[in-house]
């Protein structure tokens, strides 16, 4: 699943390609891909209008088309591709913004959970998807106040991360490596943890997806990013997908656990319990 990073780097790849470009027409080959509206609707709202921007909040891909925001979540394996826009419909192609330029933006999803939103600027954060969405570690505001106010609970720390209403754009990738970054064993109760080891947390989660958007984002199994890019930052990962293999920091074993209902990996002597 892309997190930030990959969302990111998505948003950066994309936006030099349909930027100030107008939309002409909409083909909704998925109408169930679009939410709260009507097909009908959501078409005439946009066609006519130029995609002035890409912006993005945690996971969240927000085109400014018009004076509308269309809010685009790539869940599990959603990308775009740019195309002519008179080519035959490809399989798992589920929207096809025509331009003005003679090509087009396509939305690929083999797993058919992305989904879009369209919202007026005044409600863009006061109704789903949005409204509930947290600050982004790497966000110049970001309060940390705020977040240790939400890790007052009784959950494992892998599972709060993960929740987008706590901090947002963290995935199971990124939480393994900040938890190993700040020694914090995943299962460790939330509210349990210091403020200073908070502090520490929301550190290593800012370092680290700053050098995962600098490296284009992880690459591995099946996601690639939305022009076919692959990011670097998979030879940077000091847990994930590092099961049996040395730890980076005191050479013991990584392990793998189900926790959080996640396969999670960590290193259990730089990352003790309790
Ligand atoms: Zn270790």
Same mark, same amino acid.
């Given at each position: 699943m892309p997190e930030l990073p990959e969302v990111e780097t998505v948003k950066r790849s994309l936006e030099p390609l349909v930027k100030n470009r107008t /939309? @002409?027409? !909409? +083909? /909704? *080959?998925y109408p169930k891909m679009v939410k709260d509206v009507d097909n009908e609707v959501f078409k005439n709202s946009v066609i006519g209008k130029p995609i002035k921007r890409i912006e993005r909040l945690g996971k969240h891909l927000m085109f400014k088309v018009g004076d509308l925001t269309m809010i685009i979540h790539l869940r599990m394996e959603g990308k775009f591709l740019i195309k002519q826009k008179n080519t035959p419909k490809d399989t798992h192609e589920h929207l096809r913004f025509i331009l003005s330029d003679g090509r087009a $933006?396509? *939305?690929y999803d083999v797993r058919k959970f992305g989904t879009v939103h369209l919202r007026e600027e005044a409600e863009l954060f006061t109704t789903k998807p #949005?409204?509930? !969405? %947290? @600050? @982004?570690? /790497?966000s110049e505001t970001f309060d940390i106040l705020k977040l240790k106010k939400k890790l007052k609970s009784n959950r494992p720390i892998k599972a709060a991360i993960l929740d987008q209403t706590v901090i947002s754009g963290i995935g199971n990738i990124y939480a393994d490596e900040i #938890?190993?970054?700040a020694r914090i064993h995943p299962e460790t109760t939330a509210k349990t943890l210091s403020p200073y080891r908070i502090e520490? +947390?929301?550190?290593?989660?800012?370092? /680290? $997806?700053?050098? %995962?958007v600098e490296s284009g984002g992880t690459t591995i199994r099946t996601y690639k990013n939305a022009l076919g890019i692959d990011g670097m930052f998979q030879l940077? #990962?000091? !847990?994930?997908?590092r099961e049996g293999e040395a730890c980076k920091n005191c050479g013991r074993t990584i392990k793998k656990e189900k926790i959080a209902g996640r396969g999670t990996y960590f290193c259990p002597t730089c990352q003790k319990k309790g």
């Open positions: /939309i @002409e027409d !909409v +083909l /909704i *080959y $933006l396509s *939305y #949005l409204m509930h !969405v %947290a @600050e @982004e570690p /790497i #938890l190993f970054c520490k +947390l929301a550190h290593c989660a800012k370092d /680290i $997806l700053n050098r %995962a940077h #990962l000091n !847990v994930h997908m």
